[in-house]
């Protein structure tokens, strides 16, 4: 059973620029969350999708969005990228019960912003 | 903020020890608690969970503690092995998965 994939890896990007980021979970998995991953914040929630909709958010500004789709695959866009958005972005994908702890996470995406 | 925190960044133990991860929660915490280990160049696993109807849960060589009285909780890694090297986060599964800091097991040969 393949696990959850992102892509791509490593993305390198000029600031004021937009990024979009990708994941595809594992099959049969209904529900995506995204993180960002930064040495001094640790581990903080973006936001969560299920059956296409947006279910749970955390505390990023707007310019950070998702979406996904009828297959479950997501993407997250960040837009006007700045300095502090260096980070590895690392998707989430579980059966998508709510309370539910167990989520498979993909590798990342390292995003650099210079 | 957030609902759960790590008390230490990083954890040195030496090899065939215990070692002892702590993690303290809010008020505002659900009933529902996990531990992860992330490996260097890794997403996060899961390794363990544990409900508020229970003070203990014991898996392979891994035992987690939830004290509901001081809100606090910790990870227990019996006879530490290098493979267990890693950053450790506790989290809280309510109606989302949020995590506190990590804190880094650094297991000494």
């Known amino acids: 059973k393949a696990g959850v994939t992102q892509t791509p890896r490593y993305l390198i990007k000029t600031r004021g620029q937009q990024v979009t980021l990708s994941c595809s979970p594992i099959?049969?998995?209904?529900?995506v969350s995204w993180y960002q991953q930064t040495p001094g914040q640790g581990l903080q929630f973006l936001f969560e999708y299920f059956s296409e909709t947006q279910r749970n958010k955390g505390n990023f500004p707007g310019r950070f969005s998702g979406r996904q789709f009828s297959n479950s695959r997501s993407e997250m866009n960040v837009s006007t990228l700045e300095l502090g958005d260096s980070a590895l972005y690392l998707c989430a994908s579980s059966l998508g019960g709510q309370g539910q702890a167990e989520a498979f996470f993909g590798q990342g995406t390292r995003l650099t912003v210079v | 903020g957030e609902s759960v925190g790590l008390h230490l960044p990083t954890l040195s133990v030496q090899e065939g020890d215990n070692s002892i991860i702590n993690c303290a929660y809010s008020?505002?915490?659900?009933?529902?608690f996990i531990w992860y280990k992330q490996e260097s160049g890794k997403g996060p696993q899961f390794i363990i969970d544990?409900?508020?109807?229970?003070d203990k849960r014991q898996g392979q060589r891994v035992t987690v503690l939830l004290n509901k009285t001081v809100k606090h909780l910790s990870l227990q890694i019996a006879a530490t092995q290098p493979g267990d090297s890693a950053v450790y986060f506790c989290?809280?599964?309510?109606?989302?998965?949020?995590f506190g800091g990590g804190t880094r097991l650094m297991v000494k040969p």
């Open positions: 544990i409900r508020s109807n229970m």
């Open positions: 008020n505002s915490a659900s009933d529902y």
């Open positions: 989290g809280n599964a309510g109606n989302m998965l949020t």
């Open positions: 099959s049969g998995h209904r529900s």
